[in-house]
């Protein structure tokens, strides 16, 4: 079957716009992550969703950044006021169960801000 | 939330056996172990996980001593394909608590 798709795979914002990112999890699964992979780094946990519910939020930058998940299904990252440092690769992640083990990784969106 | 140490990078040549150490000193209970693969511009790839003592599947194997404070991460005979970047998590599977990647370990293999 079909992996985890993100949308737009690339995106460049001129600084203090906001950005939409799509994740869609693989058919079926429970928990979705959402990363933040800066150049030379490891991925950095966002969130985390468990069906619609958005288990753990932790890892959120600042307010600027919000994520969604209303079906339990596909989800998006928004960023508000883009600034320079929001520049990185956002990696969406879905697990089948409601206890994580194995994550399934999308091909990311490399956000640009200008 | 248990924290990893791993080697920046290390190098290898084509048909050894690399294994890589992952330190986690501070490892809970019900932690489990999880190794990832990322190539560039992909997502991170599972490997392999494990709790305890040694884990094979086709591609590597896992061991991990009795006070679980480190694990190895073993690729039999490398080939170029290889080369990518080896995250070890540490985590509780039951509340899906693995989500800490570190900086991993840049793998390089020479032909």
């Known amino acids: 079957g079909a992996g985890v798709s993100q949308s737009p795979r690339y995106k460049v914002a001129k600084r203090g716009q906001d950005v939409a990112l799509r994740c869609d999890p693989i058919s079926g699964h429970v928990s979705l992550f959402w990363y933040q992979q800066a150049l030379g780094q490891g991925p950095e946990f966002l969130t985390y969703f468990q069906n619609e519910a958005q288990l753990d939020k932790s890892g959120l930058p600042s307010d600027r950044f919000f994520a969604e998940r209303p079906e339990g299904s596909v989800s998006t990252l928004k960023i508000q006021r883009t600034q320079q440092e929001d520049s990185a690769v956002y990696l969406c992640?879905?697990?089948?169960?409601?206890?994580?083990?194995?994550?399934?990784f999308g091909p990311g969106t490399r956000l640009t801000v200008l | 939330l248990a924290k990893t140490t791993q080697p920046i990078s290390m190098d290898s040549y084509e048909g050894q056996e690399v294994n890589i150490t992952c330190s986690h000193n501070?490892?809970?209970?019900?932690?489990?172990i999880t190794w990832y693969q990322q190539f560039p511009s992909q997502g991170p790839r599972f490997i392999i996980q494990g709790y305890k003592t040694k884990v094979t599947n086709e591609v590597a194997s896992l061991f991990i001593p009795a006070d679980r404070k480190s694990s190895t991460l073993s690729l039999p005979r490398v080939s170029l394909s290889d080369t990518a970047v080896y995250y070890c998590l540490v985590g509780d599977r039951g509340t899906g608590n693995q989500f800490y990647f570190g900086t991993g370990t840049s793998l390089t293999v020479i032909p």
């Open positions: 992640a879905s697990s089948h169960r409601e206890a994580t083990d194995t994550q399934y």
């Open positions: 501070n490892i809970a209970t019900n932690d489990y």
